[in-house]
Nanobody, 125 residues
C-alpha cells in the first residue's frame, strides 16, 4: 500500500524558513512524479512544485520561484521542499502527492493518485 507522510510544517515569522519532507513507502518502483500542493480553506488546491524522481525535472509556481527548492533523496525515498523567505501568503496546508501513471509531471491535482495527510504551515508575525 502506497503511503505518503509529510512532516516539517509549523509556524514561522515572515522571512523565515521551513523544510517540508515527504516520506514515500509501499512503492515497488522509483519511477514516479511527486508534487507539492497547498490549500487554504475555501480555495482550490494549488501546485507549488513538482519533481520527477528519475530525471530530476522540476517546476515551480511563479510566486515561489527563487524561494522554494524541491529536492529528492531516492535512496531514502523522500522528497523535500525547502521554503525560504516565507510570507503570510504562503500560509496553507501543504500536501505531497504521487503520480505514477504519467511520464511528464503535472501541476494538475487530478493527475496524482496518492496523497499525504498534509502538514500545516503558518507564517505570521
Amino acid at each position: 500500500q502506497v503511503q505518503l507522510v509529510e512532516s516539517g510544517g509549523g509556524q514561522v515569522q515572515p522571512g523565515g524558513s521551513l523544510r517540508l519532507s515527504c516520506e514515500v513507502s509501499g512503492m515497488s518502483t522509483d519511477w514516479y512524479n511527486i508534487g507539492w500542493f497547498r490549500q487554504i480553506p475555501g480555495k482550490e488546491r494549488e501546485a507549488v512544485s513538482y519533481i520527477r524522481t528519475t530525471s530530476g525535472t522540476k517546476w515551480y509556481e511563479d510566486s515561489v520561484k527563487g524561494r522554494f527548492t524541491i529536492s529528492r533523496d531516492n535512496e531514502k525515498k523522500s522528497i523535500h521542499l525547502q521554503m525560504n523567505n516565507l510570507t503570510p501568503e504562503d500560509t496553507a496546508l501543504y500536501y505531497c502527492a504521487l503520480d505514477i501513471a504519467t511520464y511528464h509531471p503535472s501541476s494538475r491535482a487530478d493527475r496524482y493518485e496518492y496523497w499525504g495527510q498534509g502538514t500545516p504551515v503558518t507564517v505570521a508575525a
